[in-house]
């Protein structure tokens, strides 16, 4: 199993390749619509069909937008995700000691966000089956994987669990998509519930909830709130199955937690598109046939997204609905505190 493999391995991480930038084409510049179905990429397979993809995504589709962002990214690189579970339980070390020991490690940006938010952390890395297969259904169908997590909301929503309360603020974007937000911007609080409870009927019977829950978990509960920061810097682009960076936040985190032979180039403008990196994958198989060159083509696709927001700043026209950014990412928090 990955699992036993992964568990014997804890390399150190290369230096982050900067990833170059290529030119949108025009149809891109021009298209505001949220991708659909029937206008996917050419020679695009569905692989994963939706029951699947709901059973992956149901431990976590009702965890906070950038949270799940985090963790949407970070399970593309598993060996990480489980060399940083092992040594967060193995340190003693807190505060500005485990920040510092923090920044010389050499795992992703996205990996090392999540140290901040253990019980996330543990829920991936000791759940690596489940988290090497969620990362390769990301890197496939990115697009549908986030149309799972809508869904399955929906159903939290009509039955009546998931709600705006203390802890979360639950809204509605310009296209419809449930938004799941931290009440207080600055913390964030990690829920806990039964995929087979809050969600009412599960409607799959092949296809049950990945279990990474507990069984005696109800409708919804929370721990102890955690201090944001700058932990958080992406949020889910909905409808075109990326992933945006807050690079304020990024570039804060990115200096604050890498040595300075560690980190990545600064990312330039208020936002950016998440693109995979190969380089932390090491020889973790893909789970599925075409997850590495789905993996490039989403990177491609992501890097001409990204030249076309640019290019619409540049000229005063907007690619995305009014607020996208701005309201989302205020889910990382506005204070440049660190917890």
Partial sequence: MFATSVAAQTPASPVPVPVASSAATSTEIM??????????????????????????????ALYPDALLAQMLMAATYPLEVA?????????????????????????????????????????????????HRLGDAYLVQPIELMQAVQALRSQARQAGHLQSGPQMAVSYDPLSNIIIMPTNPEVVYVPMYNPMVVYGPWPYLGYPPYGVYSPGWGPMAFGVGIGVGVALWAT?????????????????????????????????GASSAWAYNGAHRYNVPFRYSSAGTASVAHQQLN?????????????????QPSGRITNSTSAAGRSGRRH
């Fill in 83 to 131: 060399s940083a579970t092992i040594w967060l339980q193995n340190s003693s070390l807190t505060g500005s000691a485990l920040e510092a020991a923090l920044a010389e490690q050499r795992w992703d940006n996205s990996v090392k966000s999540l140290v901040h938010f253990p019980e996330a952390l543990k829920l991936m890395g000791h759940q690596l089956e489940w988290t």
């Fill in 303 to 319: 890097q001409n997204r990204q030249s076309a927001h640019q290019f619409v700043q540049q000229h005063g026209t907007s690619t």
């Fill in 236 to 268: 889910p682009y909905w409808g075109y199955g990326s992933i945006r960076i807050n690079n304020g936040y990024y570039n804060r985190f990115n200096s604050a937690y890498n040595a300075p032979g560690y980190r990545y180039p600064a990312r330039v």
């Fill in 31 to 60: 298209s505001p619509a949220p991708v659909q179905h029937a206008n996917l990429p050419s020679g695009h397979t569905q692989i994963i069909s939706l029951p699947e993809l709901q059973s992956l995504v149901a431990p976590v």
